[in-house]
């Protein structure tokens, strides 16, 4: 009778010790463990950003600064809860950190601190959430940064001082610079790009360049029903390409750490950067194995830094030109600031930065990450073109760049460094003229 007595004992103390700190509160009086969990707390919060039917517990095991945590998401949160749990306790044994107790349940952090130490924690949590624009620029460290100081610079307004690198280049109908404008109003400019050792196939003067940004617009209009580019054109109605050979060989170009950003900062060092001007770049031949990118750098002016975004497409990959509209019009869309991080479909990656990207997670999209499909522009008008998405004011079809212009059209959004950012919660309208105002000098 003892000895069952002692084997039910056995049982039921093996039962609580299985079961210690399940959806209990955590107690340990530690900031730096709490701290250290908000990773955690920020992952599940992201993560019920975009499934917000499914509840997420967090549970965390702490000894002397020292902490494991796991955090699950499951509809029923008591499932949830057994998960996390088991989870937790499995890692924090092998880590030595004590047992796992309860840290959070949804947006309600449950840990138990002292006054002092819940304030400081509830503070951090407080600038955690704050949306900072600035996080969600590009932050290329191979960024380019053209001075205006620069003796090979050329002022936008000055682009006729201009010459050929290569005299052959100088033919009929090819111009270096950006001809006189027969609209003052917001509009794309393409330009015809070959490195140093390009044959020269004369894409610009034989109407191919011509023929792709046209059946984009055609594209474009089929799409939405309703709107285009505006294109910078001549006073003949062509359009108004201009001509641009690298200082590099093609060679030296697909061995550049990002070739893209080299082509970009070139221009930029060419007079082609308008305040009222998208630009739309071709480059002849192949780079590496990209059809498009968006080529950005940064011109330091005399009144401050701006970053100048405007789309590559490359001519010589496997698309070859018969359908590189299809890059032209992507790249142009990111660099207007598209898809915004808080489009619903926007790509989740939480190993980057950002936790998503600029592309959507679906096909049949333009701005799809994967097989494009019909090449749709946004055809529910959920994502970035026409939405009604409230908490994410960015909206396509009310670019400055496009025809009809909306009344409360927009440019691209800025941060307050000047940078394109993807994703505003507010657009600022003034703070975008503001920076393409600096680079009018």
Same mark, same amino acid.
């Given at each position: 009778?003892?000895?069952?007595?002692?084997?039910?004992?056995?049982?039921?103390?093996?039962?609580?010790?299985?079961?210690?700190?399940?959806?209990?509160?955590?107690?340990?009086?530690?900031?730096?463990?709490?701290?250290?969990?908000?990773?955690?707390?920020?992952?599940a919060k992201e993560?019920?950003?975009?499934?917000?039917?499914?509840?997420?517990?967090?549970?965390?095991?702490? $000894?002397?600064?020292?902490?494991?945590?796991?955090?699950?998401?499951?509809?029923?949160?008591?499932?949830?809860?057994?998960?996390?749990?088991?989870?937790?306790?499995?890692?924090?044994?092998?880590?030595?950190?004590?047992?796992?107790?309860?840290?959070?349940?949804?947006?309600?952090?449950?840990?138990?601190?002292?006054?002092d130490k819940a304030?400081?924690?509830?503070?951090?949590?407080?600038?955690?959430?704050?949306?900072?624009?600035?996080?969600?620029?590009?932050?290329?460290?191979?960024?380019?940064?053209?001075?205006?100081?620069?003796?090979?610079?050329?002022?936008?307004?000055?682009?006729?001082?201009?010459?050929?690198?290569?005299?052959?280049?100088?033919? @009929?109908?090819?111009?270096?610079?950006?001809?006189?404008?027969?609209?003052?109003?917001?509009?794309?400019?393409?330009?015809?790009?070959?490195?140093? $050792?390009?044959?020269?196939?004369?894409?610009?003067?034989?109407?191919?360049?011509?023929?792709?940004?046209?059946?984009?617009?055609?594209?474009?209009?089929?799409?939405?029903?309703?709107?285009?580019?505006?294109?910078?054109?001549?006073?003949?109605?062509?359009?108004?390409?201009?001509?641009?050979?690298? @200082?590099?060989?093609?060679?030296?170009?697909?061995?550049?750490?990002?070739?893209?950003?080299?082509?970009?900062?070139?221009?930029?060092?060419?007079?082609?950067?308008?305040?009222?001007?998208?630009?739309?770049?071709?480059?002849?031949?192949?780079?590496?194995?990209?059809?498009?990118?968006?080529?950005?750098?940064?011109?330091?002016?005399?009144?401050?830094?701006?970053?100048?975004?405007?789309?590559?497409?490359?001519?010589?990959?496997?698309?070859?030109?018969?359908?590189?509209?299809?890059?032209?019009?992507?790249?142009?869309?990111?660099?207007?600031?598209?898809?915004q991080l808080c489009?619903?479909?926007?790509?989740?990656?939480?190993?980057?930065?950002?936790?998503?990207?600029?592309?959507?997670?679906?096909?049949?999209?333009?701005?799809?990450?994967? $097989?494009?499909?019909?090449?749709?522009?946004?055809?529910?008008?959920?994502?970035?073109?026409?939405?009604?998405?409230?908490?994410?004011?960015?909206?396509?079809?009310?670019?400055?760049?496009?025809? @009809?212009?909306?009344? $409360?059209?927009?440019?691209?959004?800025?941060?307050?460094?000047?940078?394109?950012?993807?994703?505003?919660?507010?657009?600022?309208?003034?703070?975008?003229?503001?920076?393409?105002?600096?680079?009018?000098?």
């Open positions: 009778m003892k000895k069952f007595l002692l084997i039910l004992v056995f049982i039921f103390l093996s039962s609580i010790s299985a079961n210690a700190g399940l959806k209990e509160a955590g107690k340990i009086n530690n900031l730096q463990c709490a701290i250290g969990t908000l990773d955690a707390y920020k992952e993560y019920r950003d975009t499934n917000p039917k499914m509840n997420t517990v967090i549970y965390m095991a702490c $000894d002397e600064g020292k902490y494991s945590w796991n955090w699950r998401s499951q509809k029923n949160l008591n499932s949830a809860h057994k998960k996390s749990f088991k989870e937790c306790t499995k890692y924090s044994k092998k880590q030595g950190n004590g047992e796992c107790f309860l840290f959070a349940i949804n947006d309600v952090v449950v840990w138990e601190l002292s006054e304030k400081a924690l509830n503070q951090t949590i407080s600038k955690m959430n704050e949306h900072d624009e600035e996080k969600y620029t590009s932050g290329n460290p191979l960024f380019k940064f053209v001075n205006t100081n620069d003796p090979a610079f050329v002022k936008y307004t000055e682009q006729k001082k201009l010459t050929y690198k290569n005299p052959k280049d100088d033919i @009929p109908g090819r111009f270096l610079y950006d001809q006189e404008d027969v609209t003052e109003d917001y509009q794309v400019h393409a330009i015809y790009v070959l490195a140093s $050792d390009s044959k020269d196939k004369q894409y610009d003067v034989k109407g191919v360049i011509e023929r792709i940004v046209l059946k984009g617009n055609k594209h474009f209009k089929n799409k939405t029903k309703e709107k285009q580019f505006r294109l910078d054109l001549t006073k003949d109605g062509k359009l108004d390409v201009s001509f641009l050979r690298l @200082p590099i060989t093609k060679k030296q170009l697909n061995n550049h750490d990002d070739g893209t950003v080299f082509i970009a900062a070139e221009t930029l060092r060419n007079g082609f950067y308008h305040p009222k001007k998208l630009y739309t770049i071709f480059y002849q031949d192949a780079y590496k194995r990209e059809w498009g990118q968006v080529g950005d750098a940064i011109l330091e002016t005399p009144t401050g830094k701006v970053e100048v975004v405007g789309g590559v497409t490359y001519l010589g990959s496997e698309m070859g030109t018969r359908d590189a509209f299809n890059p032209h019009l992507h790249e142009l869309f990111h660099a207007l600031g598209f898809v489009a619903p479909k926007a790509v989740i990656e939480k190993n980057s930065r950002w936790g998503k990207n600029d592309h959507l997670s679906f096909t049949n999209d333009i701005m799809s990450d994967r $097989d494009s499909g019909s090449k749709n522009i946004d055809k529910k008008r959920e994502q970035y073109y026409g939405h009604s998405n409230k908490d994410c004011p960015l909206d396509l079809r009310k670019s400055v760049f496009l025809e @009809p212009t909306e009344q $409360d059209a927009q440019l691209v959004p800025r941060t307050e460094s000047c940078k394109m950012t993807r994703w505003v919660k507010a657009y600022n309208h003034q703070r975008s003229l503001d920076c393409r105002a600096k680079l009018d000098f």
